[in-house]
């Protein structure tokens, strides 16, 4: 199965939110090993679901110790599913505080227009 996380996905946001290089790679690295754990669980599951269908009770034993690490995977991905919202609520704040003080325009780059009053 083919990596849905190509460096490419991030191009456009890095554009829109001036996020550095190193959050970026921590928001890939994160991705993939929730991918990665997702996988596993595929196969977790494929296997309880075949030693479930055999009812030998040495495969319906080994289902506990699979469910379990099942189990363990998920709590897993939810963590890093909380940790990569953290961070990216975080960078978006910043992002759009940088925006609202007239400071940074939404390329990073310094406000620089005057602003006049009318009357």
């Known amino acids: 199965m083919e990596s849905r996380m190509e460096g490419d996905v991030y191009s456009g946001f890095g554009e829109r939110y001036q996020m550095d290089g190193k959050l970026l790679q921590n928001f890939q690295k994160s991705f993939v090993q929730v991918q990665d754990i997702l996988d596993q669980n595929r196969l977790l599951i494929n296997e309880i679901n075949q030693n479930h269908e055999s009812k030998q009770a040495d495969h319906l034993g080994r289902n506990v110790g699979l469910i379990r690490e099942l189990n363990n995977n998920i709590r897993t991905v939810a963590s890093?599913?909380?940790?990569?919202?953290?961070?990216?609520?975080?960078?978006?704040?910043?992002?759009?505080?940088?925006?609202?003080?007239?400071?940074?325009?939404?390329?990073?780059?310094?406000?620089?227009?005057?602003?006049?009053?009318?009357?």
């Open 80 to 119: 890093l599913y909380g940790d990569l919202s953290h961070s990216f609520a975080r960078s978006v704040d910043a992002s759009s505080e940088g925006e609202s003080t007239g400071t940074l325009k939404s390329d990073g780059k310094a406000n620089n227009q005057k602003r006049f009053r009318s009357g």
